[in-house]
T-cell receptor, first 111, second 113 residues
Framework: DQQVKQNSPSLSVQEGRISILNCDYTNSMFDYFLWYKKYPAEGPTFLISISSIKDKNEDGRFTVFLNKSAKHLSLHIVPSQPGDSAVYFCAASAQGNKLVFGAGTILRVKS | DTGVSQDPRHKITKRGQNVTFRCDPISEHNRLYWYRQTLGQGPEFLTYFQNEAQLEKSRLLSDRFSAERPKGSFSTLEIQRTEQGDSAMYLC???????????FGQGTRLTVV
């Protein structure tokens, strides 16, 4: 059973516009959520995270929003840049233990 | 500041052979994780260590898989009698205690022919 779901396999955005990547989860025990970015032939790189006690966390161009009642989180990238083109993984953790990942969304930023 | 290092980066092996991968975590990180990633999927948890103790193993991990972390430093993941279904990217990650975000190595890509 997929506990973390990223329902959009891919997303294409124009440079300078906003990219919004979505993620849904089913396990109510998850209390920490993360986004990772992955380039081909490299390991995932940590991007930004949010604790379940918050509903928003911002780091530069990246903002993560958490809606606990809907079990939904999203990553906003503003403005999008061509170098942001990568696969983005949503991940969740319960009590600081292992990460459970979604299947990823391929983001393509067109210049 | 060295990151997580994995060796080898690529491994091609014949079905039935044994393979061993090595992971060197970031030096001050006492947690070490192994994940496996196949095409079109996110990383799947295999096992993790806190120092030298293996605290959790996934049900995905068959008896052919074994991991060790002697002295709480580097770790090895061995796959015995490899099968074609073992072909995947094997990722190692580490984190300091108390921090959820793990830092990943570049992975070892295994191809079983």
């Amino acid at each position: 059973d997929q506990q973390v779901k990223q329902n959009s396999p891919s997303l294409s955005v124009q440079e300078g516009r906003i990219s919004i990547l979505n993620c849904d989860y089913t396990n109510s025990m998850f209390d920490y959520f993360l986004w990772y970015k992955k380039y081909p032939a490299e390991g995932p790189t940590f991007l930004i995270s949010i604790s379940s006690i918050k509903d928003k966390n911002e780091d530069g161009r990246f903002t993560v929003f958490l809606n606990k009642s809907a079990k939904h989180l999203s990553l906003h990238i503003v403005p999008s840049q061509p170098g942001d083109s990568a696969v983005y993984f949503c991940a969740a953790s319960a009590q600081g233990n292992k990460l459970v990942f979604g299947a990823g969304t391929i983001l393509r930023v067109k210049s | 500041d060295t990151g997580v290092s994995q060796d080898p980066r690529h491994k091609i092996t014949k079905r039935g052979q044994n393979v061993t991968f090595r992971c060197d975590p970031i030096s001050e990180h006492n947690r070490l994780y192994w994940y496996r990633q196949t095409l079109g999927q996110g990383p799947e948890f295999l096992t993790y260590f806190q120092n030298e103790a293996q605290l959790e193993k996934s049900r995905l991990l068959s008896d052919r898989f074994s991991a060790e972390r002697p002295k709480g430093s580097f770790s090895t993941l061995e796959i015995q009698r490899t099968e074609q279904g073992d072909s995947a990217m094997y990722l190692c990650a580490s984190s300091p205690e108390g921090r959820v975000a793990a830092f990943f190595g570049q992975g070892t890509r295994l191809t079983v022919v």
